[in-house]
């Protein structure tokens, strides 16, 4: 499934903490607030491919 390079996984060391830094600085709830804009755009997509297709299709909205 490819978790060896995913962040909890790693061990600790110089890469960890460059990727530890990365989150922090793009993901932090300071940062996190400019991004709305894009997970309403597409919790609108989502519902509205949802109404239309039904459950019988959920994979096929959620695999955008």
């Known amino acids: 499934m490819g978790w060896g390079l995913s962040l909890p996984f790693s061990g600790y060391g110089k890469r960890f903490l460059k990727h530890r830094r990365l989150y922090q600085q793009y993901f932090s709830p300071q940062e996190v607030t400019q991004y709305q804009h894009v997970?309403?755009?597409?919790?609108?997509?989502?519902?509205?491919?949802?109404?239309?297709?039904?459950?019988?299709?959920?994979?096929?909205?959620?695999?955008?």
């Not at 519902?47 to 239309?52: D, K």
């Open 39 to 64: 997970q309403l755009r597409e919790a609108w997509r989502l519902a509205l491919n949802l109404f239309e297709n039904g459950t019988d299709k959920i994979e096929l909205s959620l695999s955008r």
